[in-house]
């Protein structure tokens, strides 16, 4: 039984061991292959805070052009390489923006991808672990070969907009590529950073392609997630024989099953959980504790996330503290952007509020340079999976025709 009450801190942690930390880590699995560039530059940037080096690349088309329209790919939240890995299918079609790439070089565009700072490589281009047998062996290989935890810990609130601006300005001064004819195609938390940059008029490029947006605040949509999300979630792992309740008997099973140890914690005080009770209970219990929790840590202290277990830092808390304090819509950040936006949203989205997409609905419909692609049975990244890739091609084909929407606009 959950005795918050009692032990308010230890029972809150183990419960989330027991559920979001699965959910969560099911949207992280790691297969990787690359693929030669027909025509490649590769770069370097020192951060502005001289912490890091953004590492970086150019692909071309097969031109001699110059002053290219050039499309830069801007990732979410991951320990991301530049080939984003981030898809189920274990083809190379999980590397989202090496497709992407394959596809715009195709179509005569340059395109610039860059690895997230202290990340150097994935798993298939990290050095070949001969002895890793578990998945655990092979995500601690990882960390070792790819990860660098002293960089990773200079990741904060700010510190992902500013790298793309460092990127999106040296953009702007390449002698082969067109500083009027940037393209920025973002997704998930990659929307939340561009779109802060926009704010501040930091970055003005020509039109912008958003993918699995972040919608509404920030911090409204953590919240979401720790609420409604887990309820769902927590329904759909437990096997069930009534629609709306899962007694304790259930939970027992599930836990013996899966091999669950701490399953006291997911059981209900009053014998089952029914969606409106668990719901409640994440959201007067589970998430205010994790919010007040997080809130305590100094910015600058490490944030494992999930990955500590395999010895990785992820970020500084000021990066996770964000998600909990940031109260502005990321839509209303572009009000006064008065280039085109096209955005793509799936109806099965396991990482954005159904309402904000609403939300977003109405927005586009209000202004001509924005337009609004809604898939109802894709998900996060435009693909079969809730969360993950690859992207369907109806979802690629559509994509290709907003850059040229992008491209007919004169501004």
Known sequence: MINLKNQPGENAKRFI?????????????LSI????????????????DGKASINA????????????????LVGGTHLFDRDYKYGNSKTDKDLLFLTLKNIFTEQGYAVVRFDY???????????????????????????????????RQSVTETSKASDLALLYNYITRHNRLNPKKIIILAH????????????????????????GSIIDSPKNTIAWQWVSRLTDNFFKMVEHDFPEKISNAEIDFYCEKQGVIACENLRSPQGFWTKKSLSQYYLTTIYP???????TYKADAPFKHVWGQYGAIFSSYSWW???????????????????????????????????????????????DNRRLHFYPELGHALGKHSMVGPIEKVALKNIINDVKWILEQNN
Do not use: W
Request: aromatic fraction near 8%; proline fraction near 4%; glycine fraction near 6%.
């Open 17 to 29: 061991s027991g559920v979001f930390l699965t959910f969560i880590f099911a949207h992280c699995s």
């Open 33 to 48: 292959a690359a693929t030669p560039s027909q025509q490649l530059e590769m770069f370097h940037l020192t951060t502005s």
């Open 57 to 72: 690349e150019i692909d071309y088309p097969d031109s001699s052009e110059n002053k290219l329209t050039t499309i830069i």
């Open 117 to 151: 700072r202290g990340v150097s490589c994935n798993v298939r281009t990290a050095p070949l672990c001969e002895d890793c047998k578990t998945e655990k062996q092979k995500m601690v290989h990882f960390v070792k070969a790819c990860i660098n935890n002293t960089i």
């Open 188 to 211: 998930s938390e990659g929307t939340l950073h561009t779109a802060r940059l926009i704010e501040r008029s930091e970055i003005a490029p020509k039109g912008m392609i958003f993918i």
């Open 289 to 295: 504790f994790f919010r007040q929790q997080t809130l």
């Open 321 to 367: 503290q964000q998600f909990f304090t940031d109260d502005r819509r990321v839509i209303d950040r572009l009000d006064k952007y008065a280039g085109r936006i096209a955005f793509h949203q799936g109806g099965i989205d396991g990482a954005i509020p159904p309402d904000s997409v609403s939300e977003l609905k109405k927005y586009a419909a209000k202004h």
